[in-house]
């Protein structure tokens, strides 16, 4: 077994440490990334589950836990694509590059790599432990909310589940074009009501120039879906024309870099996009193409990044696709998204390392997994370093796993009720999924890939 693997199974265990209770009042001081800028030596206030003051003369109320950071404090990250219970399986390495999806689906390497082992778990009764190691695998990468998760069936209380969650009024479809007009009907009368806030679809996954990768633009022109509160996924063959269209009818773009370069040999045209001013989000995909979260997808957008001449976006603008941008998307902008009075407590702190000369922004787009010391949801602390959560005080127990050989807390068991049984643990989850993947010759893969 890979040693970093090996880390991951035999580095978990319970530990007595204690997180707060979600009335807790909490005061974060660090360096704030704040929807006007960077505010150096700031303050954000947590009551109630929610942020009540941001700023650098803030008054404190009676009874607050006061935790000096000293790092970079942003909102949770906003991953608007994945495949969660993909993401136990190690990285796939295809030796070609594909013409669109439907390419590689009915490859005998991705039905023996992922498909038949993942379907055979899912038969077995497994779905809720793939669920929750994915939660856990975008908690350690920043993420507070997600998509992609199963509907309703294996809830932990950990981070938003988007599209399955009623409250956020979001609808994800992988085949959007394969759907009965039945079924789509009332998609499009929620949106045009806007009792549905947005359509998360995938669309023209393939090749720059794939011909039928392309031509579902027109299709779902013709499907009556180039409308308001629809996001279009990948779109890695649209052409500068269809977002000319897109911005005219306010349909957005979800861009996810990694996972497009390595299955088709290039990306969506992000340029054309934003030249159209098309509102485009990031997002890893899934780990076996993609990134392992947000964190690592915004380390290789900004990669990606240097490479354009002249760069085509600042780090800035790199943190808002995962970010206020993302949440803008889904009609969440009044609780995600930001560090504002009245947004739901969803925190990302990130260690700041690396030359003085670069700013908060930087830290966020070049953070490994390591610097994470800190996640909250909704006004709950939820994993980060130890030092950090003791400081958060007493109420639910906690284990502790290993990240690239950095040790995390992880407040897992007892959340909002839900995971309580003493086989619910994160370490029987581990290792209940690693012995089941060793039936397909598989290994559990880690949290985040280390030195990748």
Not at 19 to 41: D, K, M
Not at 248 to 271: C, F, K, M, Q
Not at 356 to 374: I, S
């Amino acid at each position: 077994m890979p040693n970093h693997i090996r880390l991951l199974m035999l580095g978990l265990f319970a530990c007595p440490l204690l997180a707060q209770s979600p009335s807790a009042n909490f005061a974060l001081r660090g360096t704030l990334v704040t929807p006007g800028g960077i505010v150096e030596n700031g303050t954000v206030v947590i009551q109630q589950n929610k942020i009540t003051a941001v700023g650098t003369k803030v008054k404190l109320p009676p009874n607050t836990t006061v935790i000096d950071t000293n790092g970079v404090i942003a909102p949770g990250f906003i991953d608007l694509h994945n495949h969660l219970t993909y993401n136990m399986f190690p990285r796939w390495h295809p030796i070609e590059e594909f013409g669109n999806r439907y390419d590689w689906q009915q490859k005998p390497i991705y039905q023996t790599l992922l498909k038949s082992p993942h379907e055979g778990m899912m038969a077995d009764g497994l779905e809720c432990e793939m669920e929750r190691y994915a939660e856990v695998k975008a908690i350690s990468e920043g993420e507070t909310s997600a998509v992609g998760s199963l509907a309703n069936a294996c809830s932990t209380g950990l981070a938003h589940n988007l599209d399955t969650e009623d409250e956020w009024h979001v609808a994800y479809n992988v085949f959007p074009l394969e759907m009965s007009e039945t079924d789509l009907t009332p998609i499009r009368q929620k949106l045009a009501n806007h009792q549905l806030h947005a359509f998360l679809i995938h669309l023209s996954e393939g090749g720059h120039e794939d011909a039928s990768a392309a031509r579902e633009f027109a299709m779902l022109k013709g499907r009556g879906l180039l409308v308001p509160g629809v996001s279009l996924i990948h779109g890695v063959a649209l052409q500068p024309a269809n977002y000319v269209e897109m911005a005219a009818h306010n349909v957005n773009l979800i861009w996810s870099p990694r996972s497009n370069l390595e299955l088709y040999g290039s990306t969506a045209d992000v340029a054309a996009a934003k030249a159209a001013h098309v509102k485009i989000a990031l997002a890893p995909d899934w780990s076996p193409t993609g990134s392992d979260g947000l964190l690592a997808e915004l380390n290789y957008a900004a990669a990606w990044n240097d490479t354009q001449t002249p760069h085509l976006f600042t780090d800035r603008e790199l943190v808002a696709m995962a970010t206020s941008t993302a949440a803008d998307m889904i009609g969440a902008s009044d609780r995600l998204g930001a560090l504002e009075p009245g947004h739901d407590a969803d925190i990302l702190v990130i260690k700041a390392e690396g030359n003085a000369k670069h700013d908060a922004y930087w830290t966020l787009t070049h953070a490994t997994a390591t610097q994470v010391m800190l996640v909250m949801v909704g006004g709950e602390p939820l994993y980060g370093d130890p030092d950090v959560l003791e400081k958060t005080g007493p109420s639910r127990p906690s284990e502790k796993i290993e990240v690239c050989g950095s040790s995390k807390t992880l407040l897992f068991t007892g959340l909002h009720g839900q995971v309580d049984a003493a086989d619910e643990t994160w370490a029987h989850t581990a290792s209940t999924l690693q012995a089941a993947l060793r039936h397909y010759g598989r290994d559990l893969a880690p949290l985040a890939e280390c030195g990748q």
